[in-house]
Nanobody, 121 residues
């Protein structure tokens, strides 16, 4: 029912910034970002409620990343600042009808195809 499309990935230098976007169709849902680097399991990055009033972040990105949403457009954005090599990964947008700031991937039913973020000099 819900389809997600990520965009905005690319190559950025260490210390730089990048903004990812996720466009959703099929309903207003709680959304989150996960990421996965080669050889590693998918890990939680950040989540936001359907209202956009509350969010949660993984310790590794606190103070650097900001998630926001525009319910009128059914989009969610991830502003990434002070990027470093450890942030290099495929970033996935995820959505669910019942999740509340969940950090567990199993709670998200809908997933985008991912967008590559590479942080390198």
């Amino acid at each position: 029912q819900v389809q997600l499309v990520e965009s905005g990935g690319g190559l950025v230098q260490p210390g730089g910034s990048l903004r990812l976007s996720c466009a959703a169709t099929g309903g207003t849902v709680a959304m989150a970002w996960f990421r996965q680097a080669p050889g590693k399991e998918r890990e939680f990055v950040t989540a936001i409620t359907r209202s956009g009033g509350t969010s949660n972040y993984a310790d590794s990105v606190k103070g650097r990343f900001i998630i926001s949403r525009d319910n009128a457009k059914n989009t969610v954005s991830l502003q990434m600042n002070s990027l470093n090599a450890e942030d290099t990964a495929v970033y996935y947008c995820a959505a669910a009808f019942g999740a509340y700031l969940s950090q567990n991937a199993v709670n998200y039913k809908f997933w985008g195809q991912g967008t590559q973020v590479t942080v390198s000099s």
